[in-house]
């Protein structure tokens, strides 16, 4: 009767469309790993998503197969399309998120602007490459990496040669001069449908997405323009399906360049839960079921996302709630189930404004009552 | 480590307490009496509401126990405050929602403007009170009575014969010459503080809610702040926690007087998942667990919520999501899982904007989808 979703993976991206498929009327299954995951509410069952027989128990009855990661391995995806289950991405699309050598290639085919880059397996190579580059460059391994995992920046011909040792190409690229970092996410469905929310500022910490502001200040006019023009020929050339980020440099002398690629909802989007009319994980499930798009306006001038991380003495978020939410009435508070280990992200806030400096403060005391 | 709220019955309140348990990081488990209902998702156990032992096992191991219906038995709930649970709202304060004989009692004991009435137990009482009443008047059962049930108008002595002869005291009601229906919703925790929304406008057909516009027109100044402490001095004078709904006459002398008590979130407080910054859902878990209370501020001038109620020959909701989600592309669609029986809530759709003619009409339009 209501449309089935499954998703692989128990993370709170999973997490975080249970509320939108409960409000729409979907319902929503997930594979997890382990007991007690993120989106354990949901979890219909426990498997390898490496493993084709775990995900095709998992597939029956479902009628679109997703995503909480991009880290099922081609030959899984193959075997469901095989089995006639449908896989929103699709895993032709899905590879350029999986792995950014392919990514790089595939941008630069379709004319995309990327930072100058190089398939590279050996050292000599690398210090050619860095010659070339001011001496200065960024390898990251094509696969597996997050939140700063997988990418370094490098000076010598040695610095990639523990990766190299390991066998397989490596990526590198131009270390970007760059004026701050900014995202594009948009949902398109299969019938080739589209639609965006504001291009958003993204500040990062160690690799790690700290705060998010939307729209990305003085970003009007041009930057808004060329940063959804980008997004859409990439949707477009990739035939992307769900909710894709792209994660953009603004350089120093104007132009926008692409960083990375999530086929799924992403951090930098985070803040369409409380700040748009329709949330990312609501047009998410829209876009993989192949359902009209909503509308994506700004529910406020300004919203702005704060993650929580875990700091070193972090119990239970819990325990802070009393103080937090006293303290800011008006913030959004979003918490994962996920223990809270230092670094790790556990949860986020959302505050919602006319006035950005003030909106901002709100965030961030509000997410300081994790902090410590 | 996360807080655990324990929700006895399944249905739709239980189900739109799932999301504001999902995002704030509350585990949330529901007793629901069958498998496939509404909040199907979060259900731990199968059991009778009316059954201690049911209750009680539900109970091991939750920090709280709230409701998604009225029904639970006084001898269940003592049962329960004997074993040591915490139970929200307190049975002596969730008695007046459950007796409506005890409820006008009690709030005529508390000076609240309520209309003329009388417990009658014969045919004879209840021809005296329509005698003094103009020779009409509403009669109802005490328990059990929602959604049109349980309530009539009569006009002779003997119209109440039936419900008579099964046993018991009834309850007789002035018929209230009313402008318009408004109701109240005030959320109240444990350590007394009290937040609430704006006083809305409850339209009803054959006695179930039809419509809800917030705030109500033309409430602004004198009619909101009686509606608002007529509910502060109930929520106070019976000592709820949770959420209050307190439905209200607007008589067309201009007074307000009370019509119904839900302690629960009500049907006339479902916009605020769109249209509020915390919804009644959130507020009621965060006053169960004696949190700090969130901002109830409107997130747009104006929300309407219109339900959808299943049709003559409605099928599954998600058969018309092409069509409505397509036209409709700025209004929050809700289908709560149940099977489509003409006249049974199956689902609302809020809209919001500047212009209220123009919300009323896209939200109408988006129930329409629905409706046949």
């Known amino acids: 009767m209501s449309p089935v979703v499954g998703v692989i993976g128990g993370g709170q991206l999973a997490r975080m469309m249970i509320p939108a ?4 009327g979907i319902d929503i299954r997930v594979l997890a790993e382990n ?12 498997g390898d998503y490496r493993n084709a027989a775990d995900v095709l128990r998992f597939c029956e009855g479902v009628d679109v197969i997703t995503f909480d990661h991009e880290h099922v391995p081609q030959d899984v995806l193959g075997a469901l399309l095989d089995a006639g289950v449908t896989v929103r ?44 580059h001011g ?68 500040v990062q910490r160690d690799g790690v997405c700290a705060e998010v502001i939307a729209p990305a200040p003085a970003s009007a006019g041009r930057l808004a323009d ?45 803040w369409t839960i409380d700040g748009s009319t329709t949330s990312q994980f609501e047009q998410h499930l829209r876009a993989v079921l192949d359902l009209p798009l909503g509308a994506t306006g700004c529910r406020d001038e300004w919203s702005v996302m704060v993650n929580v991380l875990g ?44 006035d950005l400096d003030e909106v901002v403060y709100r965030a961030r005391a509000a997410s300081g009552f994790f902090a410590d």
């Open 21 to 24: 498929a409960v409000h729409l």
């Open 35 to 46: 007991e007690g995951e993120s989106a354990s509410l949901a979890v219909s069952h426990l």
């Open 89 to 132: 991405p699709a895993p032709d699309a899905l590879l350029y998120a999986q792995d950014k050598l392919l990514m790089r290639e595939r941008l630069a085919a379709l004319g995309i602007p990327i930072p100058d880059w190089a398939r590279v397996s050996t050292a000599e190579q690398l210090g050619a490459f860095l010659d070339e």
């Open 135 to 202: 001496g200065a460059a960024v390898l990251k391994t094509p696969r597996g990496g997050y939140d700063g995992k997988g990418v370094r920046v490098v000076h010598a011909a040695s610095d990639g040669d523990d990766w190299f040792a390991a066998g397989g190409d490596l990526l590198v690229e131009e270390l970007v001069d760059f004026r701050r970092e900014l995202a594009q996410v948009v949902a398109r469905r299969p019938s080739g449908e589209l639609a965006m929310w504001p291009v958003v500022e993204s």
């Open 226 to 270: 060329v940063a959804a023009d980008i997004a859409t020929a990439i949707a477009e050339g990739l035939g992307v399906t769900g909710v894709l980020a792209v994660e953009l440099f603004e350089t120093t002398d104007e132009r926008l360049v692409v960083n990375e690629l999530a086929m799924r909802p992403h951090n930098t989007g985070h």
């Open 311 to 354: 700091g070193p003495s972090t119990g239970s978020l819990a325990d802070r709630f009393p103080r937090a939410l006293a303290a800011q009435p008006t913030v959004k508070f979003h918490t994962y189930g996920k223990a809270p280990r230092p670094g790790r992200k556990v949860g986020h806030v959302t505050a919602g404004g006319d």
